[in-house]
């Protein structure tokens, strides 16, 4: 923001929120510390951690798939593992991913705040978060073993195997709750703690995703929690609701799964989409195009994305008004993101693009993020879903989404604002080095999926016929590649923290929303004068051309 | 936005807190003595119309939605839009079986 | 609508093609301009950037031309979608029963196996239901599928365009052996398959007890 | 929840009302929904399955219910006048008020209790041979009413819970008249109990 610099200067004498020495030091400085800052890097440290396991059991399962028959695990462990990998990477990695790492970091720098709405309401989920994250992996040790029944839980077969159902639907109904808080309060910190002239036309894009997520979170999120209590309770009680033993009915149990689940692929995807309307921007070093277009399809997202979750049932058995508006609707729900896409290319036009990491993060996520998109178009349309539902397809159309897509755009947030949260630069080389190999690994990870599941390879399957054999070999082959990849990037920024060259620069991307103008890393209660806001975002002054030939909004 | 702004001030009197009970209660005998007589499908529809009559008290004047800055209305609509849209849209799927 | 394994892979694979089409046209479109950009306007090239904020004009044709394909795209599946729940008066009706880890297939006469077979070019309704959890009906290859729920009952239906043997897939998880849930339906001649219904295979009690609790499985008569 | 507590010294700890309440609304909201899915599981049901919920709901005590709503009702007026009393700096009527609350809220759960237990004598319950021989809309009707009414009768305990904290605090000078947000914010959960019940009473005891 071109506010005049004078607004806003930094002490340098003051220690950074890493430094800082409150009520509490040590350890204890951070695990019961309300500021937001270290609350960003608890949330940092516990998702990078399950993610490790649930990558972890994702090149498992590749390597069982590797060929027909058994290869390196049995059918019950194979069903274990990609129910675990499923509820660790929804629910541990992506949901909370970016809100609960770079939203609690950044949100309340970028609006001109000190801390969150709710400082010690904010620390509470992240206990809560952790105490889930504990529950769901418990079950590994538990006798009975993790639930084999796909994240969707679905009845009644989940009220009658064996495993540990309950134990994972505790951890899904207790990380619902953390989601919702974090949720509520960052639509309270927006509403309430935007720096004086900090309008809502003035709020960077990525505070107008985080808002639009956190409504989803507060309205979706008790759905899924009343679901998951019933179903835990029919399995401990034998209470009727959906069990069709009881009278109850599978579909309808079906139904309020997806009217939070499918709304939770937009709290996957918002925040990412706003990473990139944060990034690109600054690469281009120019303004975004089409600001108030992108602000606005982030809340169309949010509106519509709860009106089509039945498309996740077109072979369920609905009644055919169903199957038409919930395919219409799903049809309607990809233009916002479409208008996204073409505003971000946009906005390369006439800029002076800096190709450095975060940029190359950023225009694959577009790629990968495109091709999730369309595929899940495809879905849309029912009679071509009638074919790909429950096939590789699907599979291969959600990790475009969620890793193309939202996993790259975390990679993207790690490489922009390591500098700013640690004061450290990584060796850019190597980060691009990394960039390549899961860039490259990533497509021959998960393309092949999208032809074996049109051709009929069901998804969920331990085993496969003869014929699918080839596309299984690349995928795995494609698996080790992105392996190599991703352990070169999380060996880069982990060494970088340790060793790598230190940051005093405020800005040294170039950016204009707030967090560039406060010390790397940032003091303690971010600010020492709280902002005025003057200007909108992304203004970029001295790209004006002398004489104004801009084209106006 | 003014950090310093405390309180708005509700208002106060015990009054007509005492008369919107009273209407309360009136309302659940209402619905009772309703209950009784038999209008077949309408029993459900008028329980439900007095039901959200009481709802709307509560939340206008135990809960001072009314007097209280029209962000909180707002938001409370959103919320009933969410619920209502939902429970639509699923009988768009229940009501053609 | 004679290509395809069955009646309805002709409309399936034409929106599936349409979709493809659009789907590469945009991607090649997005990647193309972003590639072209980011060398054009790369910071060696082109030190200095231009602001350009917004041209609503543009913003409305890239609203409208994508919402009007997907509703096409809406459109033509709808249309296939009618065709798969239309489900022709004379059609041939064949209970089929999903358990743990099996189908099986009862004929108008009675007649109980644990393959599918079907006359060639007549029309077939299945009428689906289980005996135990959720599992789905899938024949990949002629484009149908339907989830299998206990207590209730679903149907669908089918044209056979040719005679051969495809397979049959269980979609929807069911547990340890869902991926082994596999059978085969067999088209076979008109005349044949009177034949094949009215001679009573000697295999058929075993299969007909095995339905009522035997335990050992053996393979299926063909 | 209502202030921001950096230990930081020369932090101006500031308050904020609004965005207290604010965030307590957001939060009821979630509660709503939380209901809200139940009530439309309960709607499909009753949808699906007309004539069985007709009859199970005869099996309910229609005066019980409607003795526990008169009951909610007056707890409502009793919490809401609490709060006009601290604003009037009369403590101890806030307090007499709270801990009335509080006794019409035990009242109320006693009253189920013996609902509930009645019900059991009569064989009905979660998983009973009684109720499992009986259709299928019997038991989604009884399934969702231990369901609904016990989720409900568990949110009646935590408010008693928070207001006793508000007693608490209201003796200890915490809440005063010119700082009241966390009773005001516990008196709004309190109405919601209330209003969730007004729904249930009708769907579940007059539907007869
Ligand atoms: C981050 C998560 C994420 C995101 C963003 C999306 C986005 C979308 N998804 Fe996806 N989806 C999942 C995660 C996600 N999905 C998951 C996890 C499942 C499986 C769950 C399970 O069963 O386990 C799933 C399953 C799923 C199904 C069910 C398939 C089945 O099981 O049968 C469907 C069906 O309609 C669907 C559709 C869509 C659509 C239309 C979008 C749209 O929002 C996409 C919009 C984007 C674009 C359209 C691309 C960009 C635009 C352009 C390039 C311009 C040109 C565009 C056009 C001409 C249209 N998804
Ligand atoms: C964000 C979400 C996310 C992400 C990132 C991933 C990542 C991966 N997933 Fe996926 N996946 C899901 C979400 C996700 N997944 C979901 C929701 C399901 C559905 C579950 C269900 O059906 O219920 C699923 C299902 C699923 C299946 C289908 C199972 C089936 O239907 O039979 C497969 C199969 O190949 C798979 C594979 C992988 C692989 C190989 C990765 C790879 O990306 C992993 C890449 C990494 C490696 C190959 C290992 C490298 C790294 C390390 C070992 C640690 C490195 C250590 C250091 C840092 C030093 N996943
Ligand atoms: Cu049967 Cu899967
Ligand atoms: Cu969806």
Redesign the interface.
């Known amino acids: 923001m071109a506010s005049d610099a004078a607004v806003i200067e930094t002490n340098g004498n003051e220690p950074s929120y890493l430094d800082y020495k409150?009520?509490h030091s040590g350890i204890k400085g951070w695990l019961l510390s309300?500021?937001h800052k270290r609350i960003g890097i608890l949330y940092m440290i516990g998702i990078l951690a399950f993610f490790f396991v649930g990558v972890f059991l994702g090149f498992l399962m590749r390597l069982e798939l590797i060929s027909p028959g058994e290869t390196i695990v049995s059918?019950?462990t194979y069903?274990q593992f990609f129910t675990l990998h499923g509820v660790i990477m929804i629910f541990l990695f992506i949901i909370p991913g970016i809100p609960a790492i770079f939203g609690n970091f950044f949100l309340p720098i970028l609006i001109g705040a000190?801390?969150v709405?709710?400082?010690?309401?904010n620390l509470f989920s992240w206990y809560l978060y952790l105490t889930g994250g504990t529950l769901a992996l418990l079950s590994i040790v538990m006798p009975g073993g993790p639930a084999?029944?796909?994240w969707t839980f679905?009845i009644?077969?989940s009220v009658?195997?064996d495993t540990n159902v309950i134990l994972s639907l505790s951890a899904a109904f207790i990380l619902g709750f953390s989601s919702?808080l974090t949720g509520?309060?960052f639509?309270?910190t927006v509403?309430?703690?935007?720096a004086?002239g900090m309008t809502w036309f003035k709020m960077p894009l990525s505070v107008w995703s985080f808002y639009a997520t956190a409504?989803v979170q507060?309205?979706?999120?008790?759905?899924i929690?009343?679901?998951l209590m019933?179903v835990a309770?029919e399995r401990l009680?034998?209470?009727?609701?959906f069990d069709?033993?009881?009278?109850?009915?599978?579909?309808?149990y079906q139904?309020?799964f997806w009217?939070y689940s499918h709304p939770a692929v937009y709290i996957m995807i918002i925040p990412a989409m706003g990473i990139v309307s944060e990034i690109i921007p600054v690469f281009?070093?120019?303004?975004i195009?089409?600001?108030?277009?992108i602000a606005f399809s982030s809340i169309a997202i949010a509106l519509f994305g709860?009106?089509v979750?039945?498309h996740h049932m077109f072979?369920?058995?609905?009644?055919?008004?169903?199957?038409?508006?919930?395919?219409?609707l799903t049809?309607?729900v990809?233009?916002p993101s479409?208008?996204k896409?073409?505003?971000w290319?946009?906005t390369?036009?006439?800029?002076?693009?800096?190709?450095a990491t975060p940029m190359l993060y950023v225009?694959a996520f577009?790629?990968l993020f495109?091709?999730g998109g369309?595929?899940g178009?495809?879905q849309?349309?029912?009679?071509?879903?009638?074919?790909l539902?429950?096939?590789a397809f699907i599979v291969g159309h959600f990790h475009y989404v969620m890793f193309g897509g939202t996993g790259f755009a975390m990679f993207a947030a790690f490489h922009y604002w390591m500098p700013k949260m640690f004061g450290k630069m990584y060796n850019r080389k190597l980060a691009k080095i990394a960039f390549w190999f899961i860039f490259i690994g990533f497509n021959f990870l998960y393309f092949p999926m999208l032809v074996m599941g049109?051709?009929?390879m069901?998804?969920?399957?331990?085993?496969?016929?003869p014929q699918f054999h080839p596309y299984h070999l690349i995928s795995t082959i494609g698996s080790w590649i992105l392996i190599i990849g991703l352990i070169i990037m999380f060996y880069n920024l982990f060494k970088s923290l340790k060793s790598g060259p230190i940051v005093t620069e405020k800005n040294i991307w170039g950016g204009e929303t707030l967090e560039w103008q406060i010390d790397s890393p940032p003091i303690?209660?971010n600010f020492t004068e709280i902002p005025v806001i003057e200007e909108r975002p992304y203004?970029?002054k001295d790209?004006?051309?002398p004489v104004e030939k801009?084209?106006?909004? | 936005m003014d950090k310093q702004d405390i309180n708005t001030e509700h208002s106060h009197g015990y009054g007509i807190y005492v008369l919107v009970w009273l209407g309360l209660l009136a309302l659940t005998g209402l619905t009772v003595a309703v209950a009784g007589i038999n209008i077949g499908g309408f029993t459900i529809v008028t329980a439900l119309l007095i039901a959200s009559v009481k709802a709307y008290l509560v939340l206008a004047i135990f809960m001072h939605l009314r007097s209280e800055s029209k962000i909180f209305t707002v938001f409370a609509l959103v919320a009933a839009f969410f619920l209502i849209i939902s429970f639509i849209l699923l009988f768009s799927d229940y009501s053609f079986q | 609508m004679s290509s395809g394994a069955s009646n309805f892979v002709g409309s399936v694979d034409g929106v599936f093609l349409l979709s493809i089409i659009i789907s590469v046209f945009f991607l090649v479109l997005i990647t193309t301009m972003m590639i072209y950009f980011v060398i054009k306007y790369s910071r060696k090239r082109n030190p200095k950037a231009v602001n350009v904020h917004s041209n609503t004009l543009l913003e409305v044709t890239w609203t409208i031309i994508p919402l009007i394909l997907v509703l096409i795209l809406f459109w033509y599946g709808w249309v296939g979608y009618k065709e798969m729940v239309d489900i022709p008066e004379d059609a041939m009706t064949v209970e089929v029963t999903a358990q743990m880890w099996l189908w099986k297939f009862k004929y108008e006469t009675g007649k109980v196996t644990d393959s599918l077979y079907v006359p060639v070019k007549k029309a077939v309704k299945l009428i689906l239901t289980s005996n135990d959890v959720n599992h789905a009906f899938f024949i990949p290859a002629f484009r149908v599928k339907k989830d299998v729920y206990p207590g209730t009952k679903r149907t669908i239906w089918f044209i056979a365009n040719d005679v051969g043997e495809y397979d049959i897939a269980c979609a929807e998880y069911c547990g340890l052996n869902h991926s082994y849930m596999y059978s085969k339906i067999f088209v076979m001649p008109e005349a044949e398959f009177k034949n094949w219904l009215n001679a009573v295979s000697d295999e058929d009690p075993k299969l007909l007890e095995e339905l009522t609790g035997g335990d050992e499985y053996n393979s299926e008569n063909q | 929840m209502s202030t921001n507590t950096l230990v930081h010294v020369e932090v101006n700890i500031h308050r904020d009302d609004i965005g207290a309440r604010l965030g307590m609304w957001l939060f009821l909201f979630t509660e709503l929904i939380l209901f809200g899915g139940m009530f439309i599981i309960y709607s499909v049901y009753r949808f699906t399955h007309q004539e069985e919920f007709h009859l199970a709901a005869q099996e309910l005590n229609t005066i019980i219910g409607t003795f526990n709503t008169i009951i909610l009702l007056t707890s409502s007026l009793t919490m809401v006048v609490s709060i006009v009393a601290i604003q009037k700096q009369k403590r101890n009527l806030s307090l007499l008020f709270q801990m009335l609350t509080i006794f019409l809220a035990l009242f109320f759960m006693v009253n189920k209790y013996f609902e509930w237990t009645a019900k059991f004598h009569h064989g009905i319950y979660p998983g009973s041979d009684t109720l499992l021989n009986e259709n299928s809309g019997h038991i989604l009707f009884f399934g969702l009413y231990y369901m609904m009414t016990g989720l409900h009768g568990l949110h009646v305990i935590i408010g008693v819970v928070m207001i006793s904290f508000m007693m608490r605090f209201t003796f200890k000078g915490i809440v005063t008249y010119d700082n009241y947000v966390k009773l005001e914010n516990t008196g709004l959960y309190w109405h919601l109990v209330d209003i969730i019940w007004i729904f249930l009473f009708p769907l579940f005891y007059l539907i007869t």
């Open positions: 409150g009520k309300t500021d059918a019950e069903n000190k801390d709405a709710f400082p010690r309401l084999d029944t796909g679905y009644p077969y009658r195997t919702l509520l309060n639509i309270t509403h309430r703690l935007r004086p409504w507060v309205l979706a999120t008790p759905i929690a009343i679901t019933l309770i009680f034998h209470i009727g609701i069709p033993a009881l009278g109850g009915d599978p579909v309808l139904h309020l009217i281009a070093h120019r303004t195009f089409g600001y108030k277009f709860s009106l979750w039945a072979t369920a058995g609905m009644s055919d008004a169903g199957q038409l508006i919930f395919s219409l049809m309607i990809a233009i479409a208008i896409v073409f505003n290319v946009a390369l036009y006439k800029g002076s693009i800096d190709l225009l577009i790629f495109s091709i369309l595929t178009v495809m849309g349309v029912i009679s071509i879903d009638i074919q539902h429950d096939t049109w051709l009929g069901p998804r969920r399957y331990y085993d496969y016929l303690h209660e203004v970029y790209n004006e051309p801009e084209e106006t909004v």
